[in-house]
């Protein structure tokens, strides 16, 4: 039988098995496959690629911890001077970057009494002074109202005045609590160097800063401590600019300042 035979006879027998229903060809006897997997080579590692003069990786700067800074920073300030230098030297508060001017303190150091605000608003932004806008106008006349004053010699009727942030946030917004908590450390310096005998603070922001809680409506009139010093928490001024009804609480809650520095 010669080639073309054989083809056209295997083709004929290929097509009659296909007809049968036949899907599958075999061997003459079946194969173990689990042998032949176990056989297989292992493959071959591919070789690296050849660099292409890829870039090196731009390093991570590695996180800046402004809380650990700003409570080294603090610690090292002997005095209200220093303190405020190296709070003028901290760089990782954003606020800073956006301000116009530094707004430490007014009032006098040797006062009985400190009192901590918020933030610069935009006239404190400019005077580089804190409370001298609207709302520090309607402190000063509060605080005259019972013989007090920022402006005051005897240190006995004298008031220091602060702010928890130093900057003005954009648009006078609230303080954020990462500001807050990395500004924390000088305020708790500032207060043990003024060495004042009563702390007062004046709304939610530097209630939340040493208080850690707001509520100021709750808590305005009520004594409590900071730092080891009696604190009396306050609307601020300027929330009494928007809520004239509210000056009633706070003219009780100066007879109880006033009060209290006569025991």
């Known amino acids: 039988?010669?080639?073309?035979?054989?083809?056209?006879?295997?083709?004929?027998?290929?097509?009659?098995?296909?007809?049968?229903?036949?899907?599958?060809?075999?061997?003459?006897?079946?194969?173990d496959r689990y042998a032949l997997e176990a056989a297989k080579p292992a493959p071959k590692a591919a070789a690296p690629d050849k660099p292409q003069n890829?870039?090196?990786?731009?390093?991570?700067?590695?996180?800046?911890?402004?809380?650990?800074?700003?409570?080294?920073?603090?610690?090292?300030?002997s005095d209200l001077d220093a303190l405020a230098a190296a709070m003028q030297?901290?760089?990782?508060?954003?606020?800073?970057?956006?301000?116009?001017?530094?707004?430490?303190?007014?009032?006098?150091?040797?006062?009985?009494?400190?009192?901590?605000?918020?933030?610069?608003?935009?006239?404190?932004?400019?005077?580089?002074?804190?409370?001298?806008?609207?709302?520090?106008q309607l402190l000063d006349r509060m605080l005259d109202a019972i013989k007090?004053?920022?402006?005051?010699?005897?240190?006995?009727?004298?008031?220091?005045?602060?702010?928890?942030?130093?900057?003005?946030p954009p648009s006078n917004r609230t303080p954020d609590a990462s500001e807050i908590a990395m500004m924390l450390p000088f305020v708790e310096r500032h207060i043990a160097l003024a060495n004042p005998d009563i702390v007062v603070l004046m709304g939610n922001t530097p209630c939340q800063a040493l208080l850690g809680r707001t509520g100021i409506t709750r808590m305005r009139g009520t004594w409590v401590e900071v730092l080891g010093k009696p604190c009396l928490p306050m609307f601020h001024?300027?929330?009494?600019?928007?809520?004239?009804?509210?000056?009633?609480?706070?003219?009780?809650?100066?007879?109880e300042l006033n009060a209290r520095l006569r025991d």
Not at 96 to 119: C, H, N, T, W, Y
């Open 54 to 77: 890829t870039p090196p990786p731009i390093p991570q700067a590695a996180e800046v911890d402004a809380v650990g800074s700003a409570r080294t920073a603090a610690a090292t300030a």
């Open 148 to 168: 007090m004053g920022r402006n005051a010699e005897d240190a006995a009727r004298a008031v220091y005045i602060t702010n928890v942030l130093p900057w003005r």
């Open 1 to 31: 039988m010669d080639s073309s035979e054989t083809y056209w006879n295997d083709r004929a027998l290929l097509e009659w098995q296909v007809e049968l229903g036949a899907t599958d060809a075999i061997l003459d006897a079946p194969v």
């Open 237 to 255: 001024p300027a929330y009494l600019l928007r809520n004239p009804a509210a000056k009633r609480e706070a003219w009780a809650d100066l007879l």
């Open 89 to 136: 030297a901290f760089e990782h508060c954003e606020l800073k970057r956006g301000a116009r001017s530094f707004v430490f303190s007014d009032g006098q150091p040797s006062a009985r009494v400190m009192i901590i605000g918020e933030a610069p608003g935009r006239e404190e932004d400019r005077a580089g002074r804190p409370f001298v806008g609207r709302a520090g």
